[in-house]
């Protein structure tokens, strides 16, 4: 999907006129029990800059336990920015970050994927020529104890820790209803189906929080609907907290706990997507009139 397309879909931000998701009807037949009050992630007065150039501009917010987080913005509002600071691969220049009570703020991406942060990409980042199988069994490095010659030789604990690992990833495989194509290269399936195999690389690693950077970019239709679904049960079947970042507002709206709204670095509103919705600065910087 091109800038025009996704600065199209940014300015659809009624959704009574957007694409009828259904995720409502996934989210009534599955109650969360586990949402609570206390916030996995805390981000203080969070600032970034790249020589002149301010990223970020004193964002801080907080991300509940169990919810789904959405991040939206026009185009160059800050998203995957402070995304790559959550996730650690930026460091920010001021500002604090609290998970589980814990400062993170200058641990290294593995530290923080260590912690139980894991995140997607705008862009695919398959292995070419490995499988369905093989590519989600590369999320689950975290939980790999065994050392190089006993991985070799595959006997004992290495074995019995293999096969744990597969089991896993067999059950991400079904859970993502991707059974079918398991033994297939990823990168030859068809792109709503590597997108898939993606998150499951993520999911492969139980993170507690899952960042998902515009997970139904270029979809069609029916792939986003199929893409919603399966993020809507991550978060309730697998109690997975959910960052997201998305440009289609008739997602966000339909599927978000709540909604934080970034615009030229800064943090303009926040609140459940109803209030969001009609908040005067988001609808100036969407549709840039007055309310």
Known sequence: MNREADSDADRRFDSAHA????????????????????????????????????ALIDVGFDVLTGEILSIIGPNGAGKTSMANVISGLYRPTSGRIFFKGQDRTASSPQAVAALGIART???LALFRGLTVIENILVGRHLHMRTGLFAGGIHWGPARREELENRRRVEEIVEFLNLTEYRTRAADTLPYGLQKRVE???????????????????GMNRQEKEDMVRVVVDANVDLKTTIILIEHDMSVVMDISDRVVVLDHGEKIAEGDAETVRQDEAVIRAYLGQDA
């Open 19 to 54: 694409e009828d998701v259904v995720a409502d009807e996934v989210r009534d037949t599955n109650p969360v029990c586990y949402r609570s009050e206390a916030p996995i992630l805390r981000t203080e007065c969070i600032s970034l800059s790249f020589g002149g150039v301010r």
């Open 121 to 123: 990409f705008q862009n």
């Open 199 to 217: 998150l499951g690389r993520s999911l492969a690693a139980e993170p507690a929080m899952l960042i998902l950077d515009e997970p139904m970019a």
